[in-house]
């Protein structure tokens, strides 16, 4: 079955040091992984997906299928990026669900 | 354009109470979510609507959830009865079609049950 690992459940970093979210998964095919935000008081929302290959806010995330990772990376973290961060998979297939990690809290020091 | 609406936004019941909640995607969305997200762990997918169909409920505890969506535009979450293990954060989300991650959530309801 189809799963997905966060290793930390909280993160602390300095504002301005780089940051990296650990995210692992279980699944033996091609999987879509994504990650998911949740600042404060907002509504869960799309960070960004493998498939774009795109950086948003800064963060950019390399499918490893070798090591089944899907890490989130910042180079220079900013206040503004703490919050909740959920990792999700799905198998690709229309209409297939989205399985997230139990998320992890980061937090930015100013 | 207007977000996710769900109703209420927090509910406190007693164990063995019923109790239901609302949603209302953004229009145009077919395809509506409902996930139960429990302290400390990730969102749980609960039944997934396509229009007025079920798509996936294969984790949705039927003997005491319910959930419709007529007309398929609002949807409604039962429980009934109520136990101490459903406290958690019911979740309501919306997508355009088949494109399951492009989900655009709603602000939660969370439920105490005592």
């Known amino acids: 079955a189809q799963r997905v690992t966060q290793p930390e459940k909280l993160l602390s970093v300095f504002k301005g040091a780089p940051v990296e979210l650990k995210c692992n998964y279980s699944y033996s095919g091609s999987p879509e992984l994504f990650w998911y935000v949740q600042y404060s008081r907002q509504r869960l929302q799309l960070l960004l997906r493998h498939i774009s290959r795109e950086s948003i806010k800064g963060f950019t995330a390399d499918l490893n299928k070798g090591e089944t990772s899907f890490h989130l990376k910042k180079p220079f973290a900013q206040e503004e990026d703490s919050a909740m961060y959920y990792c999700a998979l799905t198998r690709g297939a229309s209409y297939d669900k989205v399985i997230f990690g139990p998320g992890t809290s980061l937090s930015v020091i100013p | 354009e207007a977000g996710v609406a769900q109703s209420p936004r927090y509910k406190i019941i007693e164990k063995r109470q019923s109790v239901a909640f609302w949603c209302n995607p953004i229009?145009?969305?077919?395809?509506l979510y409902w996930y139960q997200q429990i302290l400390g762990q990730g969102p749980k997918l609960l039944i997934q609507?396509?229009?007025?169909?079920?798509?996936?409920d294969s984790q949705l505890p039927k003997d005491r959830f319910s959930a419709e969506r007529l007309k398929g535009v609002d949807s409604t979450l039962k429980i009934q009865p109520a136990k101490l293990e459903d406290s958690a954060v019911y979740l309501c989300?919306?997508?355009?079609?088949?494109?399951?991650?492009?989900?655009?959530f709603g602000p939660g309801t969370r439920l105490t049950v005592t």
């Open positions: 609507f396509q229009n007025n169909g079920v798509v996936d």
């Open positions: 989300a919306s997508s355009r079609g088949q494109a399951s991650y492009e989900q655009y």
């Open positions: 229009s145009g969305h077919a395809t």
